[in-house]
């Protein structure tokens, strides 16, 4: 299976912008949905967008759309999360994650591959 390591987390103030990539490695790539998911302090994990693996057709929470883009570069082995217009309550943890099953979901469960996360502060 695929292994993820996670970059481009940071401080930032609020408003601004960060692009976090998710780089994997072992098997095809392509061939897995990937996701990006946060976790705050006390809170539990919550979806934040997925793409699928060959189309790669985007899905987000209602809280990003028009701020977050997902992208991912088969090439590359490599899933972005391109961040603008960053709150504070973006604050977290984010983690991507692989599904190598035939849909793409929303669900942390249905997600079998996890990388260690990236943190994101965002000031005010």
């Known amino acids: 299976q695929v292994q993820l390591v996670e970059s481009g987390g940071g401080l930032v103030q609020a408003g601004g912008s960060l692009r976090l990539s998710c780089a994997a490695s072992?098997?095809?790539?392509?061939?897995?949905?990937m996701g990006w998911f946060r976790q705050a302090p006390g809170k539990e994990r919550e979806f934040v967008a997925a793409i699928s693996r060959i189309a790669a057709i985007p899905l987000y929470a209602e809280f990003v759309k028009g701020r977050f883009t997902i992208s991912r570069d088969n090439g590359k082995n490599t899933v972005y999360l391109q961040m603008n217009s960053l709150k504070p309550e973006d604050t977290a943890v984010y983690s991507c994650?692989?599904?190598?099953?035939?849909?793409?979901?929303?669900?942390?469960?249905?997600?079998?591959?996890w990388g260690r996360g990236t943190q994101v502060t965002v000031s005010s």
């Open positions: 072992g098997r095809t790539f392509s061939a897995y949905h």
């Open positions: 994650a692989a599904r190598g099953l035939d849909y793409i979901s929303r669900s942390v469960n249905d997600y079998h591959v």
